[in-house]
């Protein structure tokens, strides 16, 4: 390819819309163009960065025994109200109508299709393990689209399903996918970490994501040294005691709070610390209301609340049933003489000493509040948000790190979620129907493009890891219109590929210091200047990252290049 006649148009100035490197730099290399917000162009660049990603994913699945498969944009509603997601996944499904008012959604992730594949055209447990495979456009309405690739609203996704005869099937094939998201990751030359995670709306019962590490990253990791490691929404914690703090010797007592409702208002006006505050927050859960208990200095994680309450909704209640439940304004909530409602707390409450809580009468709080004695919490669970510095809940020895990460990959144990409710069923070893047990796998395609690029940049442009780079080398006369080095730069270009190595010509009649931007912009691997000495029988080779810059003769350039990508050090 010549560079003249490359669509790569690089932009000098940095795109005000874009707030992270990534994105700045795809952007500015000419990778990628904004159509809609979170809707891209990819141009020639870019799709060759992430054909390489695909590759590399689609080598290690089939290598991994998964079989390719593509399954339509367009899925006829029905499917997603057999799953009932029709009407939980919320706003983030784009739905439409064809002609004749038949309802779709363009698909956001493929659980229901590849079940209705796999049920149509698979009886028998002889069929099982199957694991299948594609790699497509998904679409999902992100509230918030934005870091170009990262969160998109339409974005490449690979998504696998294996389906399974037990629980033993399931978690060897759920190993197998680890292992080659690790051959995948590595290959796309990631520092990554597998984390644990929730299991979201997706249901089932073990889940693990991938995470490339990087300030920018959206998700925040918790991680030990003892191995632990998870995204902080699904991190466990320890529950906490109260040691340093006396025990109530009085009984329960009102006192008024004239105005005092948040944490820090009471506690100071109690002289008391927050963390002895049984802090009351009602939630309606699937329109039902509950009461949460958490320490006045723990917040609570509606993701563990959703998931121990297996709520499909999920929100803090308006003030007018608060009122209704309390008979107080908000701010004035406690458990004590609480009936008729469900109340939940975090295990840290039962450890609360010499507590205090509202009254449930406006402007008054209850102290010297004792759990066990004044109250009961019926269900005790972990509900708080873990944070940096709470103690490590595997070796409960050291505390916990917090980085930041982009989730590149996810693996999940599904079950019977989708199986169940979408009556997808083989016959066993005994002529038994039964359901499939499954699992699902998926990477962003783009976003783990756009991972490696936040991992790896400089202040001149981006700095490729070799699997991902769209041209390896860079072929450029030092002066545009000398036809000695021209010849000599088209000749080296010739010979880089015919030896397999992809390579670009820069034949462009621009200055040696436009060119040299653009290169380090787009980041080749490997640049040759064919230079003032090209006469005389040399040419300049320089690596990206700067482990080669010498001057070579014409004739062992490419050997020198062909060794260092061997060698994977550039
Ligand atoms: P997130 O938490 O970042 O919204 P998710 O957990 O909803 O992602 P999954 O359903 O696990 O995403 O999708 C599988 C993979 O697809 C993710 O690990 C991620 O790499 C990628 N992905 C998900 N949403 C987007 C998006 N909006 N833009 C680009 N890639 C995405
Ligand atoms: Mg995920």
């Not at 010549?2 to 994105?23: D, I, N, Q």
């Not at 960065?49 to 590759?55: H, L, N, Q, Y």
Request: some cysteine; overall charge neutral.
């Amino acid at each position: 390819m010549k560079m003249s006649s490359l669509l790569a148009p690089t932009l000098r100035e940095v795109p005000a819309e874009a707030e992270v490197e990534s994105h700045k730099l795809m952007l500015r290399a000419g990778l990628i163009r904004k159509v809609a917000a979170g809707i891209y162009n990819y141009l020639p660049l870019g799709l060759k960065v992430i054909r390489k990603v695909e590759t590399i994913v689609r080598e290690e699945m089939n290598r991994a025994g998964a079989q390719e498969v593509l399954m339509p944009n367009a899925v006829p509603a029905e499917l997603w109200k057999e799953s009932g997601r029709w009407d939980k996944y919320g706003d983030l499904l784009l739905k439409f109508k064809d002609r004749k008012e038949a309802e779709f959604c363009f698909g956001p992730t493929h659980e229901e299709v590849i079940t209705f594949m796999v049920r149509s055209d698979v009886r028998s447990y002889r069929q099982l393990p199957i694991n299948l495979y594609q790699i497509q456009t998904k679409f999902r309405d992100e509230i918030r689209p934005r870091f170009g690739l990262m969160r998109g609203r339409e974005f490449i996704m690979k998504d696998a399903y294996s389906f399974h005869e037990t629980e033993e099937s399931l978690d060897a094939e759920y190993k197998n996918m680890r292992a080659a998201y690790c051959r995948i990751f590595e290959r796309c030359g990631l520092d990554y970490r597998i984390v644990g995670a929730d299991n979201g709306d997706m249901g089932g019962s073990g889940s693990e994501e991938f995470m490339v590490l990087a300030k920018s990253g959206e998700d925040e990791v918790l991680s030990c040294s003892c191995g632990y490691g998870s995204n902080v929404e699904a991190a466990r914690a320890l529950p906490v005691r109260c040691d340093d703090v006396p025990e109530a010797q009085q009984g329960i007592e009102e006192t008024p709070t004239p105005g005092k409702k948040t944490i820090e208002e009471v506690s100071a006006f109690l002289k008391k610390l927050p963390k002895q505050a049984i802090k009351t927050l009602i939630y309606t859960a699937d329109n039902t209301p509950v009461m949460v208990l958490m320490r006045g200095d723990h917040e609570v994680n509606e993701v563990k609340l959703k998931n121990v309450l297996k709520a499909a909704t999920l929100a803090l209640a308006d003030d007018a049933t608060v009122k209704k439940i309390t008979g107080a304004d908000v701010g004035f909530a406690g458990p004590v003489g609480m009936k008729d409602i469900r109340v939940v707390a975090d295990e840290s409450v039962q450890f609360i000493k010499n507590g205090y809580t509202g009254a449930n009468r406006t402007d008054f709080h209850l102290v010297n509040v004792k759990y066990g004695r004044d109250f009961m919490a019926p269900e005790l669970f972990d509900l708080r948000i873990t944070r940096k510095g709470d103690m490590c809940p595997a070796c409960g020895q050291k505390a916990l790190e917090s980085h930041r990460g982009i989730e590149v990959g996810h693996i999940f144990k599904l079950g019977t979620k989708y199986s169940d409710s979408m009556n997808a069923q083989f016959l066993d070893r005994e002529s038994a129907s039964r359901p499939f047990i499954m699992g699902c796998y998926g990477i962003g395609i783009g976003r783990t493009a756009a991972a490696a690029i936040e991992q790896s940049h400089d202040e001149y442009g981006i700095v490729w890891p070799l699997s991902l780079a769209p041209f390896m080398v860079l072929v450029t006369p030092a002066t545009p219109n000398d036809p000695v080095q021209m010849e000599i730069a088209a000749k080296l270009y010739i010979s880089l590929r015919e030896q397999g190595i992809d390579a670009l010509l820069d034949d462009r009649d621009e200055r040696m210091g436009v060119k040299l931007k653009d290169a380090d912009l787009i980041g080749f691997p490997y640049k040759i200047i064919a230079g003032k000495t090209a006469a005389q029988g040399m040419v300049e080779v320089k690596s990206r990252r700067g482990a080669i810059k010498e001057n070579v003769e014409i004739a062992k350039a490419v050997d020198m290049i062909r060794q260092s990508i061997q060698e994977k050090k550039y």
